[in-house]
């Protein structure tokens, strides 16, 4: 295929990559930052700059913040070839997806949206690589009108860049379990960053610490968007975590062991269990 990627961050230079590295598709990259382009040329991952002739693209996909992923597809989709498959890469989906499949449809194209599940701390092209796919969980996200051999196509094209487990779903299920498995991680995560003891922690810290804080680099635009827009089931998720938090709070206030006792085997035991389900599972 000739594939379109706009947006060379760190999703976007990556699939360019990825694709480069082990397929043979021919890759168009497009990036607002021109220098990247020819960054991006220079190692490969693209045969060539977008020139803004879409007459020969099969399939765009379009890597960039959610609020700009919508405004670039109004402002091309008249511009496609008619039945052009487009697709994003977003880490939201729910009412976004409607609104740009409705985008795609009214300009004769087929839109399917994808989230990837990998990432790295610090995003943009220059921390992009062509692995990053690879073993990572792939979300293809569709409607029920979506044509089998669209979903097959993303399918295949993950598997090509190397990814493990494929879940296909819809999208409002989609942000139900993003915003438990992902958003609320980063939400904790930024919060715990703010303790006065983060700037002592320097030798007093291990995998847990940095377990917990690994994520609060992240971009405020993008995420902010993202949860602005899956604000209804990140608020479900960040109150049971606050109430469950707080079920320690109040053992710890009591100075009740065996409350705590309690509650420190039911979060073992779940997770255990989580585990024990997965085995034998791709991850």
Same mark, same amino acid.
């Given at each position: 295929?000739?594939i379109?990627v706009?947006g060379l961050g760190?999703?976007g230079g990556s699939?360019?990559?990825?694709?480069?590295?082990?397929?043979?598709?021919?890759?168009?990259?497009?990036?607002?930052?021109?220098?990247?382009?020819?960054?991006?040329l220079?190692d490969?991952?693209?045969?060539?700059p977008?020139?803004?002739?879409?007459?020969?693209?099969d399939?765009?996909v379009?890597?960039?913040f959610p609020?700009?992923?919508?405004?670039?597809?109004?402002s091309c989709?008249?511009?496609?070839?008619?039945g052009?498959?487009?697709?994003?890469?977003?880490?939201i989906k729910?009412?976004?997806?409607?609104?740009?499949?409705?985008?795609a449809?009214?300009n004769?194209?087929?839109?399917?949206?994808?989230? @990837?599940?990998? %990432?790295k +701390?610090?995003?943009g092209y220059?921390? !992009?690589?062509? =692995?990053?796919f690879?073993?990572a969980?792939?979300?293809?996200?569709t409607?029920?009108d979506s044509?089998?051999?669209?979903?097959e196509l993303?399918s295949?094209?993950?598997?090509e860049?190397?990814?493990?487990k494929?879940?296909?779903?819809s999208p409002?299920?989609?942000?139900?379990?993003?915003?438990?498995?992902?958003?609320l991680?980063?939400?904790?995560?930024?919060a715990y960053?703010?303790? @006065?003891?983060? %700037?002592l +922690?320097?030798g007093?810290?291990?995998g !847990?610490f940095? =377990?917990?804080?690994r994520?609060a680099t992240?971009n405020e635009k993008?995420?902010?968007?993202l949860?602005?827009?899956n604000?209804?089931?990140?608020?479900y998720e960040?109150d049971l975590l606050?109430e469950?938090?707080?079920?320690?709070?109040?053992?710890?206030?009591a100075?009740?062991?065996e409350?705590?006792?309690?509650?420190?085997a039911?979060?073992?035991?779940?997770?255990e269990?989580?585990?024990?389900s997965?085995?034998?599972?791709?991850?």
């Amino acid at each position: 295929m000739n594939i379109l990627v706009v947006g060379l961050g760190l999703i976007g230079g990556s699939l360019c990559k990825a694709l480069k590295k082990y397929t043979y598709h021919t890759v168009y990259g497009s990036d607002i930052n021109h220098d990247i382009e020819y960054a991006a040329l220079r190692d490969v991952a693209i045969d060539k700059p977008f020139d803004g002739d879409f007459s020969d693209v099969d399939l765009a996909v379009i890597a960039l913040f959610p609020e700009a992923a919508e405004k670039w597809l109004s402002s091309c989709a008249s511009e496609m070839k008619d039945g052009t498959l487009i697709t994003d890469v977003c880490g939201i989906k729910g009412k976004f997806a409607g609104r740009m499949k409705r985008i795609a449809e009214e300009n004769g194209l087929r839109y399917l949206g994808v989230h @990837p599940m990998a %990432g790295k +701390e610090f995003g943009g092209y220059h921390n !992009s690589s062509s =692995d990053l796919f690879v073993k990572a969980n792939f979300i293809v996200v569709t409607f029920e009108d979506s044509r089998q051999e669209d979903v097959e196509l993303l399918s295949s094209l993950a598997k090509e860049v190397g990814a493990g487990k494929i879940v296909v779903t819809s999208p409002e299920n989609h942000d139900k379990m993003i915003a438990y498995t992902s958003q609320l991680a980063h939400v904790v995560s930024s919060a715990y960053v703010k303790s @006065p003891e983060l %700037g002592l +922690e320097c030798g007093f810290s291990g995998g !847990s610490f940095q =377990d917990m804080t690994r994520i609060a680099t992240m971009n405020e635009k993008m995420w902010t968007e993202l949860f602005m827009q899956n604000r209804e089931y990140l608020i479900y998720e960040l109150d049971l975590l606050i109430e469950n938090l707080g079920r320690y709070s109040e053992a710890l206030k009591a100075g009740d062991h065996e409350a705590m006792n309690k509650l420190i085997a039911e979060g073992r035991e779940l997770k255990e269990n989580n585990i024990r389900s997965r085995v034998g599972q791709p991850n």
